[in-house]
C-alpha cells in the first residue's frame, strides 16, 4: 500500500470515498456524522492499493495528543495489514510534529486491535454514532 498525507483534493475526495463506504454504507454512520465541521482543521491520509484508495484516516492535535480518527479498511481489504500500516504511518507523522502521545476513540469490535499496536484503553465503554467505543492512548 502507498501512504500519503493528502495535499490534493483528488487524494481528500479519495479520503472521503473510503471512509464513506466503510462508515456509512457499511456501518450505518449517519452521513451528517461522518464529515464534520472538523475537517478543517485535521491532516488527512490515504492509503491506495494496486486498484485505487483501500485506507484513510484523518489526524487533528487536542489537549497535547495527536488524535487518531476515522481509521478505516475497505472491507474487501482487510486482514493484509494495512490498517496496521496506515495507523503507524500516523503516528510517525505526529512524532516529526513533535507529538509524544496518540490518542483514539475505538469500536469495541477493534479494541483488541488498537492493544496490540501498543494503545491502552482508559475509559469505560460509550457510544458514538450509535456504535460502541472506549478511549485509548499510547506514548510516542
Given amino acids: 500500500m502507498d501512504l500519503k498525507v493528502v495535499k490534493t483534493e483528488e487524494e481528500l475526495q479519495d479520503a472521503y470515498k ?7 454504507n457499511e456501518q450505518g454512520v449517519p ?5 464534520d465541521e472538523l475537517e478543517q482543521e485535521a491532516l488527512h491520509f490515504i492509503g491506495y492499493g494496486n486498484k485505487g484508495p483501500v ?5 487533528r492535535f487536542v489537549d497535547g495528543y495527536a488524535k487518531m480518527e476515522r481509521i478505516c479498511v475497505l472491507q ?3 486482514g493484509k495489514g494495512f490498517g496496521r500500516d496506515i495507523l503507524l504511518f500516523m503516528e ?11 490518542k483514539l476513540n475505538a469500536q469495541i469490535q477493534a479494541e483488541k486491535f488498537y492493544q496490540s499496536l501498543g494503545y491502552e484503553t482508559i ?6 454514532a450509535g456504535i460502541p467505543h ?7
Avoid: C, H, N, Y
Fill in 18 to 24: 473510503v471512509r464513506f463506504t466503510v462508515f456509512v
Fill in 31 to 35: 452521513e451528517e456524522l461522518e464529515i
Fill in 55 to 59: 485506507a484513510a484516516s484523518r489526524m
Fill in 76 to 78: 474487501s481489504q482487510r
Fill in 92 to 102: 510517525d507523522k505526529a512524532k516529526e510534529k513533535g507529538m509524544k502521545k496518540a
Fill in 123 to 128: 475509559s469505560g465503554e460509550f457510544m458514538d
Fill in 134 to 140: 472506549v478511549t485509548m492512548t499510547k506514548p510516542l
